[in-house]
């Protein structure tokens, strides 16, 4: 076996198998290289549901940009449980969704009047 091919071999036979990494959560690698604009990005939707029980609030919702997710009904966690005292259903709002603990969390809501 030649020099290179030993060398190979030993390299590979120390480095860790990539099983054996530990990941990064969700948020920490969304957010690693994002720019962050001086005001988020606010989505628009519509409340289908407000669980104050639960702290969540499902929302029918256009494309959601900085997410790069696609319009869709789904349940959101809220930030601040307050939050889910400024809606009721079928209201239309504008909202702010980002990534918090591996969620998808509201993180800002403004209610249409």
């Known amino acids: 076996m030649s020099k290179i091919g030993c060398g190979l071999a030993l390299a590979c036979a120390l480095a860790q198998p990539a099983s054996a990494a530990t990941p990064e959560a969700v948020s920490d690698t969304a957010k690693k290289n994002a720019v962050i604009p001086a005001e988020p990005v606010l989505s628009e939707g519509v409340v289908k ?3 104050k029980a639960a702290g969540k609030i499902t929302i029918q919702h256009g494309e959601i940009r900085n997410l790069g997710m696609v319009p869709m009904t789904m349940m959101f ?3 601040d449980q307050a939050m889910l005292e400024q809606v009721q259903v079928e209201q239309k709002i504008r909202f702010h969704v980002d990534i918090i603990n591996n969620a998808y969390t509201v993180v800002r809501i403004e209610p249409e009047r």
């Open 49 to 51: 549901k407000v669980d």
């Open 77 to 79: 966690r809220v930030k």
